[in-house]
């Protein structure tokens, strides 16, 4: 029998696709661009917005007669024993491919912000400490790792990482964002995607573009920001993890932006994102953005149109379900309304997406290598039923009996929780420390109050899977061992007496439990205070999706609490799990010391504790400024000089702890500061560069790691320019008395800017190079002067700032 060309891997992908292309109905390329969320609860008590309301109901039989784009949420809609799920889905995708006249299964997606959002699965830290941790190659290993497990059990598409910068810390989703900074999230962003696209998968950077600057902070809402912020703070980070990172899939926002919404706009779906970065992946929608043109934006009477604005924007697959992409869509190509080619665009670049991933093979098993096939070869898990069972209600109901699965697929394993770990304990900022109080007395008497002390959820972030799909499933086991602050406490200091009360409720405003916590912590040395938020979506946490607040005040009574404790005399360490910055300028000055954690994961227990007994020597930085005052907000570092603290405003806008900052239990010095030239230097716009070297000594007792932050200063531009902003860094681990010799290359491409035309430019003029422990912290200064004309750069643009030590 001979091969049909779209199944000969020899020939082109191009031509594989084209050929399979010209065999395909117009039914069939559609089938292609949606997907099927099965299992979707439609209680009004999801994890995904309005998605009781725009969550359709379709025949499973029926429809994948006509194949399958995408297979949505395989393990992360209920809780199914990994080996169960990996089997019914390996079937679910047999299935679909029989149906089908080609054979072609579908590509399995799985959310993966802070790991894989399946039962049993490693919870690692939020995003938010990955920046925290400013280790982008351990970042690179957690998302191989992530990546390795996902595609163990037959999943081929990952939503993350997120890339939007916070530009207001009252918006819920900050934990999922990796900070505050461009370059930052970029380059960390960056590392994450080497790390998941190294295992295979395809890893799709969210959300394009604009939504954390949404007004007000409130989740969904208008996008005002102004052509400069948009391509000078919100675009880079995805530029930079497409070219550096090498992302096969964009998803678009659900935001509008000065009226136009994301899944509308041709101009950053298609003149951006593909014709001037070059992007020839596939751009998949925000589960039901399409459907939101029609019934939130109101750009669309029908969901046909709504599709069709979409696909001739650029977006290439609807999610989670098919809702305007299929038989609305089909009629109005039949009625002349919408271009065939538009269909034709999108199957075109799923298909060869499909076709990368092996799935147009003739040789393709369903089999996933967790239960001995090829790796890669299968979908994912599955979509409900009880934990330990396979599902007999949902996508199970579709499959025929099979065989015995394995007895277990371990998604959790030692190594994995290794990495966990030490992710959290590089994350982790000890924000003051003025006595010297920390590390904590091995023999203490230690008061540990607050709400989020002994709970293991309170290091876990929205979008790990206790915090989001257990709630629905009330009664089942977490799934992982996730110490808490006080247990791991409890251990790692066990000659200490270590009491507990809880205080308050983390959110609720009741302070009746107030006076027993004061009563333990005037019985002890020093009082632990371990306080911050509860993740959850859509206001059922105080912090993630859909959890936005008013202002940067503790939630609940905490506040409250935390002053009660401070008034007894003891001495107050204050411990923050938290999703986002909290305004701590109220106990400035009144606390023996702050230590802040941001969501650390199933191993920041451990990682906190350590923390506090000295076994583990703090190293994080922020990657967000934290603010004295609740209100004032929005605020980030990146301010030109009106935005900046001045006598023309009774609003003081000065962080208490500045972006970058944190301490160490040892002492760092930085001496022999070095350029490349003398003060002063003349470098040409035109591919200049320049290198500035300074070298790090460990002068302490202990072994540490100081971050060395390399910021620009732009004195007069044509344009208003932030006051610093971030153009490179470097970690660096030293033990006691080690130095070495750490060097940015600085080049003047880190020096564009969009000007008043819109170009991307490098001006002539004065620049200052400052070597930095944080944002407000400088160690070294020199004077640079660009000179020769103004020089547009295009693509090819340097993103990164090359750094070394030695």
Same mark, same amino acid.
């Given at each position: 029998?001979?091969?049909?060309?779209?199944?000969?891997?020899?020939? =082109?992908?191009?031509?594989?696709?084209?050929?399979?292309?010209?065999?395909?109905?117009?039914?069939?390329?559609?089938?292609? +661009?949606?997907?099927?969320?099965? #299992?979707?609860?439609?209680?009004?008590?999801?994890?995904?917005?309005?998605?009781?309301?725009?969550?359709?109901?379709?025949?499973?039989?029926?429809?994948?007669?006509?194949?399958?784009?995408? +297979?949505?949420?395989?393990?992360?809609?209920?809780?199914?024993?990994?080996?169960?799920?990996?089997?019914?889905?390996?079937?679910?995708?047999?299935?679909?491919?029989?149906?089908?006249?080609?054979?072609?299964?579908?590509?399995?997606?799985?959310?993966?912000?802070?790991?894989?959002?399946?039962?049993?699965?490693?919870?690692?830290? !939020?995003?938010?400490?990955?920046?925290?941790?400013?280790?982008?190659?351990? !970042?690179?290993?957690?998302?191989?790792?992530i990546g390795r497990d996902m595609a163990s059990v037959g999943v081929h598409q990952g939503l993350a990482p997120v890339l939007d910068v916070v530009r207001d810390p009252r918006w819920g989703r900050v934990e999922e964002t990796i900070g505050e900074d461009p370059y930052l999230v970029g380059t960390v962003g960056a590392a994450y995607v080497r790390g998941l696209e190294s295992a295979g998968i395809v890893a799709t950077l969210k959300h394009f573009a604009g939504y954390a600057a949404s007004a007000g902070a409130r989740n969904l809402a208008p996008v005002r920001a102004g052509v400069?912020?948009?391509?000078?703070?919100?675009?880079?980070?995805?530029?930079?993890?497409?070219?550096?990172?090498?992302?096969? =899939?964009?998803?678009?926002?659900?935001?509008?932006?000065?009226?136009?919404?994301?899944?509308?706009?041709?101009?950053?779906?298609?003149?951006?994102?593909?014709?001037?970065? #070059?992007?020839?992946?596939?751009?998949?929608?925000?589960?039901?953005?399409?459907?939101?043109?029609?019934?939130?934006?109101r750009v669309a009477a029908t969901p046909a149109q709504a599709a069709h604005a979409a696909l001739a924007a650029g977006v290439d697959v609807e999610l989670p379900s098919v809702r305007c992409f299929g038989d609305a869509l089909v009629a109005a190509v039949r009625a002349g309304e919408v271009p065939q080619e538009l269909i034709d665009r999108a199957a075109r670049r799923v298909l060869a997406q499909k076709c990368a991933l092996g799935l147009l093979d003739e040789g393709w098993r369903a089999e996933p290598a967790a239960l001995g096939g090829a790796a890669g070869g299968a979908t994912a898990g599955a979509l409900g039923g009880t934990p330990g069972e396979a599902p007999g209600t949902t996508l199970a109901a579709h499959q025929p009996s099979s065989a015995q699965t394995p007895a277990t697929v371990d998604l959790d394993p030692p190594a994995n929780r290794a990495i966990a770990r030490q992710l959290a304990e590089e994350s982790i900022v000890l924000l003051a420390n003025p006595?010297?109080?920390?590390?904590?007395?091995?023999?203490?008497?230690?008061?540990?109050?607050?709400?989020?002390?002994?709970?293991?959820?309170?290091?876990?972030?929205?979008?790990?899977?206790? =915090?989001?799909?257990?709630?629905?499933?009330?009664?089942?086991?977490?799934?992982?061992?996730?110490?808490? !602050?006080?247990?791991?406490?409890?251990?790692?200091?066990?000659?200490?007496?270590?009491?507990?009360?809880?205080?308050?409720?983390?959110?609720?405003?009741?302070?009746?439990?107030?006076?027993?916590?004061?009563?333990?912590?005037?019985?002890?040395?020093?009082?632990?205070?371990?306080?911050?938020?509860?993740? #959850?979506?859509?206001?059922r946490g105080t912090s993630g999706e859909g959890c936005d607040v008013g202002d940067l005040r503790l939630p609940g009574v905490q506040a409250e609490l935390l002053d009660a404790l401070v008034a007894t005399g003891v001495p107050v360490v204050l411990v923050l799990l938290t999703g986002r910055p909290y305004a701590l300028g109220r106990w400035h000055g009144r606390l023996a010391a702050a230590v802040q954690a941001f969501f650390p994961g199933e191993e920041g227990g451990p990682a906190v504790a350590g923390v506090l007994s000295g076994r583990v020597n703090p190293s994080g930085r922020l990657p967000v400024s934290v603010p004295r005052l609740p209100g004032g907000q929005p605020w980030t570092y990146l301010q030109p000089p009106l935005g900046l603290a001045g006598t023309s405003s009774s609003l003081d806008p000065t962080p208490l702890h500045a972006f970058g900052h944190g301490l160490s239990y040892t002492a760092f010095t930085w001496a022999d500061f070095t350029r490349t030239t003398a003060e002063a230097a003349n470098i040409p716009t035109d591919d200049g560069s320049y290198e500035v070297s300074v070298t790090v000594r460990n002068a302490g007792p202990r072994p540490g790691a100081e971050v060395v932050q390399l910021y620009l200063h732009d004195p007069v531009a044509s344009v208003t320019r932030p006051d610093v902003r971030l153009i490179g860094y470097r970690r660096v681990e030293l033990a006691p008395g080690e130095s070495t010799r750490v060097t940015f290359g600085f080049h003047v491409d880190l020096a564009s800017f969009t000007d008043r035309a819109g170009r991307r430019v490098v001006e002539p003029g004065a620049l200052e190079l400052r070597l930095a422990a944080s944002s407000a912290d400088v160690r070294h200064t020199t004077h640079l002067t660009l000179t020769g004309p103004v020089r547009e750069l295009g693509p090819a643009r340097r993103l990164v700032c090359e750094t070394r030590a030695e």
């Amino acid at each position: 029998m001979t091969t049909a060309p779209w199944r000969d891997p020899a020939l =082109s992908p191009a031509a594989r696709v084209d050929d399979l292309l010209a065999r395909m109905t117009l039914e069939e390329k559609t089938a292609q +661009l949606y997907g099927v969320w099965v #299992g979707a609860g439609t209680d009004g008590d999801g994890v995904a917005p309005l998605q009781a309301e725009m969550t359709a109901e379709y025949d499973w039989d029926t429809l994948i007669t006509k194949g399958l784009g995408q +297979l949505t949420r395989c393990f992360g809609t209920a809780p199914v024993d990994p080996a169960a799920g990996a089997r019914s889905l390996a079937r679910a995708q047999e299935r679909i491919a029989a149906a089908n006249r080609f054979g072609i299964p579908a590509i399995a997606h799985e959310e993966c912000l802070a790991g894989f959002t399946a039962w049993r699965a490693t919870a690692y830290p !939020v995003p938010l400490a990955w920046g925290a941790s400013w280790d982008p190659e351990l !970042v690179a290993e957690v998302g191989r790792r992530i990546g390795r497990d996902m595609a163990s059990v037959g999943v081929h598409q990952g939503l993350a990482p997120v890339l939007d910068v916070v530009r207001d810390p009252r918006w819920g989703r900050v934990e999922e964002t990796i900070g505050e900074d461009p370059y930052l999230v970029g380059t960390v962003g960056a590392a994450y995607v080497r790390g998941l696209e190294s295992a295979g998968i395809v890893a799709t950077l969210k959300h394009f573009a604009g939504y954390a600057a949404s007004a007000g902070a409130r989740n969904l809402a208008p996008v005002r920001a102004g052509v400069r912020e948009f391509a000078d703070v919100v675009l880079p980070p995805f530029e930079t993890a497409l070219r550096e990172g090498g992302a096969r =899939s964009v998803m678009a926002a659900y935001n509008e932006t000065d009226g136009v919404p994301a899944s509308a706009d041709p101009h950053l779906l298609t003149q951006l994102l593909r014709e001037d970065w #070059g992007f020839t992946g596939t751009v998949v929608s925000d589960y039901f953005g399409v459907g939101f043109l029609q019934t939130q934006h109101r750009v669309a009477a029908t969901p046909a149109q709504a599709a069709h604005a979409a696909l001739a924007a650029g977006v290439d697959v609807e999610l989670p379900s098919v809702r305007c992409f299929g038989d609305a869509l089909v009629a109005a190509v039949r009625a002349g309304e919408v271009p065939q080619e538009l269909i034709d665009r999108a199957a075109r670049r799923v298909l060869a997406q499909k076709c990368a991933l092996g799935l147009l093979d003739e040789g393709w098993r369903a089999e996933p290598a967790a239960l001995g096939g090829a790796a890669g070869g299968a979908t994912a898990g599955a979509l409900g039923g009880t934990p330990g069972e396979a599902p007999g209600t949902t996508l199970a109901a579709h499959q025929p009996s099979s065989a015995q699965t394995p007895a277990t697929v371990d998604l959790d394993p030692p190594a994995n929780r290794a990495i966990a770990r030490q992710l959290a304990e590089e994350s982790i900022v000890l924000l003051a420390n003025p006595d010297a109080l920390l590390p904590l007395p091995t023999d203490a008497r230690i008061a540990v109050v607050g709400p989020r002390a002994d709970d293991p959820l309170a290091m876990l972030g929205c979008y790990s899977f206790p =915090s989001h799909v257990l709630p629905q499933h009330p009664g089942t086991p977490l799934g992982l061992e996730i110490p808490t !602050v006080l247990a791991a406490l409890r251990t790692e200091l066990p000659d200490a007496k270590v009491t507990f009360a809880e205080g308050c409720p983390t959110s609720d405003p009741d302070p009746s439990g107030i006076p027993e916590a004061v009563a333990r912590a005037a019985e002890a040395d020093v009082c632990v205070a371990v306080l911050g938020d509860r993740a #959850g979506l859509f206001g059922r946490g105080t912090s993630g999706e859909g959890c936005d607040v008013g202002d940067l005040r503790l939630p609940g009574v905490q506040a409250e609490l935390l002053d009660a404790l401070v008034a007894t005399g003891v001495p107050v360490v204050l411990v923050l799990l938290t999703g986002r910055p909290y305004a701590l300028g109220r106990w400035h000055g009144r606390l023996a010391a702050a230590v802040q954690a941001f969501f650390p994961g199933e191993e920041g227990g451990p990682a906190v504790a350590g923390v506090l007994s000295g076994r583990v020597n703090p190293s994080g930085r922020l990657p967000v400024s934290v603010p004295r005052l609740p209100g004032g907000q929005p605020w980030t570092y990146l301010q030109p000089p009106l935005g900046l603290a001045g006598t023309s405003s009774s609003l003081d806008p000065t962080p208490l702890h500045a972006f970058g900052h944190g301490l160490s239990y040892t002492a760092f010095t930085w001496a022999d500061f070095t350029r490349t030239t003398a003060e002063a230097a003349n470098i040409p716009t035109d591919d200049g560069s320049y290198e500035v070297s300074v070298t790090v000594r460990n002068a302490g007792p202990r072994p540490g790691a100081e971050v060395v932050q390399l910021y620009l200063h732009d004195p007069v531009a044509s344009v208003t320019r932030p006051d610093v902003r971030l153009i490179g860094y470097r970690r660096v681990e030293l033990a006691p008395g080690e130095s070495t010799r750490v060097t940015f290359g600085f080049h003047v491409d880190l020096a564009s800017f969009t000007d008043r035309a819109g170009r991307r430019v490098v001006e002539p003029g004065a620049l200052e190079l400052r070597l930095a422990a944080s944002s407000a912290d400088v160690r070294h200064t020199t004077h640079l002067t660009l000179t020769g004309p103004v020089r547009e750069l295009g693509p090819a643009r340097r993103l990164v700032c090359e750094t070394r030590a030695e």
